[in-house]
């Protein structure tokens, strides 16, 4: 569930001002963020897959695990907020490189549907989490120039109206993704536009408001974040790769390994 959707911020640091220094911790502590959560998203199909081939039972769909893998989804949709704010705090200036990387999106979630179609046509990916991003992406442009209350209030409701709004009408796919729907349709992965861009404003809210915060007490460039540090950041920065790989490559390992145990 997953992304390395934001575009990539990269900040030279020519002098050693403390602005300059807190610019860059922010980033690392995004990619860093990033990076822990592609990293449970792998654990997470892990466990779907392992239960899936039959290796193990009642881990993959338990409550708690199911919950942690909405935590997942919610961190990726916040980070969405909080990278574009990062990357056009001015609104989108520069079209080409936004289009780019929605276009990229777009492509990867479309892939998804297809592959998912054909594996699992009763219950394939039809609105998942890379088309929530590219949705959000889309749409948190009218917030980028907006004070922080608009993503703020907009966020609650955005979060709060599917608990009191469901409509039998919104339950087919053709529709679903919105999210008001009475009854959720079967899938693998199901990131309706409702509640989940909620978590997207308010990570718009959250970049918006902590560029008026004392940056300077709160957060310190490391110069050496250590292994596990520079390898979270390696897999914040190509979180997208990572998700449309890992599953097949997960796939060809444990398959074979169902196979080797039932055999004996």
């Known amino acids: 569930m997953p992304h390395n959707t934001s575009p990539k911020v990269l900040v030279t640091l020519n002098s050693q001002s403390d602005s300059a220094m807190v610019k860059q911790s922010r980033i690392d502590a995004v990619d860093i963020v990033r990076g822990i959560a592609i990293c449970g998203v792998v654990l997470f199909h892990i466990v779907w897959d392992l239960e899936f081939t039959g290796i193990i039972s009642g881990v993959a769909f338990h409550p708690i695990w199911l919950g942690f893998g909405r935590i997942l989804a919610g961190t990726f949709m916040f980070l969405v907020g909080y990278s574009l704010v990062l990357a056009h705090p001015k609104g989108v200036v520069k079209r080409g490189p936004f289009l780019r990387r929605l276009s990229i999106i777009s492509a990867a979630a ?155």
Do not use: E
């Not at 479309?110 to 959000?136: C, E, M, N, V, Y």
């Not at 053709?174 to 989940?196: C, E, K, M, R, T």
């Open 110 to 264: 479309l892939t998804i549907t297809l592959i998912t179609l054909f594996a699992f046509p009763d219950s394939f990916i039809f609105f998942g989490i890379l088309h929530s991003i590219a949705i959000a992406s889309l749409v948190s442009i009218i917030f980028l120039k907006t004070p922080a209350i608009v993503p703020l209030v907009a966020g609650i409701l955005v979060l709060a109206l599917p608990q009191y709004l469901q409509i039998d009408a919104f339950n087919s796919r053709w529709l679903a993704w919105i999210g008001l729907y009475s009854i959720p349709p079967i899938s693998n992965d199901f990131v309706p536009v409702f509640p989940w861009f909620g978590l997207t404003l308010l990570g718009i809210f959250f970049a918006k408001t902590v560029k008026h915060l004392d940056l300077k007490t709160c957060s310190r460039r490391s110069t050496n974040p250590g292994n596990l540090g520079n390898s979270l950041i390696w897999a914040g920065r190509r979180t997208l790769p990572i998700y449309l790989l890992h599953q097949p490559v997960l796939l060809l390992i444990i398959i074979p390994v169902s196979w080797m145990l039932q055999a004996f």
